[in-house]
């Protein structure tokens, strides 16, 4: 994330669309703040950039960059929306579903899971083209007000930040190397580490899917007051476009 | 003299599920045996194991995509004793009424209109191609509109009440998460009316299909029988959401009544057969010969004693008129049960929607948590039992469901027994109308196949004639 804006910005275009940009600024940063919307699910606000699910993957100088972490440059173009972007995000989101067990029709996070909004986004409506790895993944509710259920993790990694960052606690980490990696508490389980239901890292808005779940809250919104049917993932960034 | 047969057919049309049926024939044509087949299994007892309680209404409900909502409260009813919630907010109570109303209203008018009136209207050994909901709206097209429209006024209902059509997620442990906003209780209230005048419609044609074909009836599938069912615990009446159970015998002896339904177990023993994934319920005190019953529309008819609103319980007072107040035994009544509870729903319906309660804000109670919990409701095909027990980590740990369908095992068992027998027994020649004559006698049951055996999979049956050393002489698939 940048830090102070400089007083003298410079402009570069993302999609042919004037942006205006200050030093130290990365392409999402600028995109964002002009009411453009670049489609991702590992960065998140408040949070230090990882670039790690590459889904906001742009074309710029010729090159694949993740918008997160690539600084914008002065006079530079930057592809966002162009079908070939649109499929390679696609199939990432499509094999994140592939690699976890995603029940979206059970799931309390349907309506607020960003990866759920992203495919709708994406306009990920076919028959899935790639095999289920339906791997077994436990459920840990050994916490009283917290449990995981990391079926439904994509390894994006914000609560690892999260809990290190911000709440200082380390309750998050990965383990494990490759399509192995994954994200692990440190404790025999959850209970045995300092999460705690007021922790930034276990607040609805830092996973994005089902994982972390606060306990006893479940289906207490209704469908149609969920966070994704007020719109597409990016719509509250689109609404800043002048 | 002839060589013994099995007939089999394979799918049982225009049910939910998938089942198949068998009838053997010995060397004299006479039905030596004719068993109705559930072939299917899910396991849903098993994988909600380790779930998390206030997830349960929503996966379970996922038995079904006919009567969702029946298993979507009967889990919540449970998961409401597991929070400790004795009684619901007024509010969150009436919601669900309204959603469960409205749920039981379509799924009656499906039956009816689109599954079992074919038969009815065109008759049970009309050509193959005539017996479809399509031959309904071509040679009835006002019923055929009302069949469409009522079923969509149900399941908008539900939709305004659980949040979707289908799957929705309304009712959460210890209440509701919506009330219904002014401007979808108008809307309601604008066809209320017509709702009414035409569930009218319906049990007038229900009732005169039966009175007009009283000798049919009285011998198709007729057979005494127990019957269960929930009744409203202060007055016996008819109440679909909540009560405590009542069964009657086939003459009216009253076999329990005003057991609160979390005693269930006491009351209910579930047996097992080797060539069926559909259990066999009864009585425990009785025993397996005796102790059967059967539930749903009819069953509800019969034990209770009046219905609260005013044109379903002068239609409920000419149903019992046919068998002099005892209990009816009839198959086919079925269907004139069920458009009493259609014109039911819409009654409680309409006083629901003019009660403010619906419009309140407090929609969820809070009580001390327990570890076992129960639901019992009474659903479109009748009784339904949810119980689960919940570790202190809120993890599901037990789980036993008893669905309608299951109830009626045993009496559809029967029921095909009986029409077999009559229709098939001394038939040379076994031809697919007569075969459908054991449908008719399964549909009038309205089973869901897969509810009873919590089961994935499409959705035939099929008939299946064995001779009398076992082979298999014919068999017929049927796709709806």
């Not at chain 2, 009815?120 to 069949?147: H, M, Q, S, Y």
Request: glycine share 8%; aromatic share 6%.
């Amino acid at each position: 994330m940048s830090g102070t804006k400089k007083e003298t910005g410079f402009t570069f275009t993302i999609d042919g669309v004037e942006i205006t940009a200050y030093a130290g600024e990365t392409i999402m940063e600028a995109a964002d703040e002009a009411g453009v919307y670049i489609p991702r699910l590992c960065d998140h606000e408040g949070l230090r950039h990882q670039g790690s699910c590459r889904v906001c993957t742009v074309k710029a100088g010729g090159r694949s960059v993740a918008a997160c972490t690539q600084p914008a440059a002065p006079g530079q173009a930057v592809e966002n929306e162009s079908p070939h972007l649109t499929k390679m995000r696609r199939d990432l989101v499509e094999m994140l579903f592939h690699e976890g067990n995603h029940l979206c029709p059970i799931c309390e996070a349907s309506g607020n899971c960003e990866l759920q909004a992203m495919a709708y986004r994406l306009d990920m409506t076919e028959t899935t083209r790639f095999p289920y790895l339906e791997p077994c993944r436990a459920l840990d509710a050994s916490h009283p007000d917290i449990a995981l259920d990391t079926n439904r993790c994509i390894s994006c990694g914000r609560c690892i930040r999260a809990s290190e960052d911000v709440d200082g606690k380390g309750v998050f980490g990965y383990v494990g190397r490759g399509i192995h990696r994954r994200v692990a508490v440190n404790g025999e389980n959850l209970a045995d580490t300092d999460a705690q239901v007021t922790d930034h890292a276990i607040s609805s808005e830092v996973c994005p899917v089902g994982c972390i779940i606060r306990k006893r809250v479940g289906f207490v919104t209704p469908i149609g007051e969920r966070e994704f049917d007020k719109g597409l993932i990016g719509h509250e960034i689109e609404a800043r476009r002048k | 003299m002839s060589e013994p047969r099995l007939i089999e057919i394979s799918p049982v049309t225009r049910v939910e599920g998938h089942g198949k049926v068998t009838i053997h024939l010995d060397e004299n044509n006479q039905v030596d045996e004719a068993r109705l087949h559930i072939v299917e299994f899910r396991g849903f007892e098993r994988f909600i194991r380790g779930r998390l309680m206030w997830e349960v209404p929503v996966i379970v409900q996922r038995l079904c995509g006919i009567c969702p909502v029946s298993h979507h409260l009967a889990a919540a009813k449970a998961m409401d004793m597991i929070a400790g919630v004795d009684q619901l907010t007024p509010t969150a109570e009436k919601m669900r009424r309204l959603m469960h109303y409205g749920q039981v209203m379509q799924s009656h008018v499906l039956h009816f209109f689109h599954l079992a009136a074919p038969d009815l209207l065109f008759g049970f050994g009309a050509p193959a191609e005539k017996r479809n909901i399509f031959e309904v709206i071509k040679e009835k097209p006002e019923l055929g509109k009302r069949a469409i429209l009522m079923r969509k006024y149900g399941q908008e209902i539900i939709e305004a009440t659980a949040g979707k059509k289908v799957h929705g997620t309304g009712a959460i442990p210890g209440g509701i998460n919506r009330n219904l906003p002014v401007e979808r209780r108008d809307h309601f209230l604008g066809s209320i009316d017509e709702m009414t005048e035409w569930a009218q419609d319906a049990v007038k044609l229900a009732r005169d299909y039966t009175l007009e074909h009283e000798d049919l009836v009285a011998e198709f599938g007729s057979f005494p029988s127990n019957y269960m069912s929930l009744v409203r615990e202060s007055d016996g009446a008819l109440d679909l959401y909540h009560g405590t159970l009542r069964a009657l015998s086939s003459t009216g002896e009253m076999l329990f009544d005003q057991v609160p339904y979390s005693r269930y177990h006491e009351l209910i023993v579930e047996d097992v057969r080797s060539w069926s994934y559909m259990k066999f319920p009864f009585i425990g005190d009785i025993g397996p010969d005796d102790g059967w019953y059967r539930v749903g529309p009819l069953a509800r008819m019969n034990t209770a004693s009046f219905i609260d609103t005013p044109l379903a319980d002068a239609a409920l007072k000419e149903l019992k008129a046919v068998t002099c107040g005892t209990p009816n035994n009839s198959t086919l009544a079925n269907h004139w049960a069920r458009m009493i509870e259609v014109l039911h729903c819409v009654e409680k319906m309409r006083e629901l929607l003019h009660d403010p309660d619906l419009q309140g804000t407090d929609l969820i109670a809070t009580g001390d948590r327990r570890e076992e919990g129960i639901g019992v409701i009474e659903a479109p095909r009748g009784n339904l039992i949810h119980h689960y027990k919940v570790d202190e980590h809120d993890q599901v740990t037990y789980c036993n469901l008893i669905v309608s369908t299951t109830h009626n095992n045993e009496g559809m068992n029967r029921a095909v027994k009986d029409v077999a027998i009559k229709h098939l027994s001394g038939k040379e020649q076994i031809t697919e109308g007569m075969l459908n004559h054991v449908e008719v006698a399964i549909r009038a049951y309205d089973p869901c196949l897969s509810c009873a055996t919590h089961a994935l999979g499409q959705m035939p049956l099929q008939v299946e004639l064995f001779n009398a050393e076992g082979g298999l002489l014919d068999s017929r698939t049927q796709c709806v």
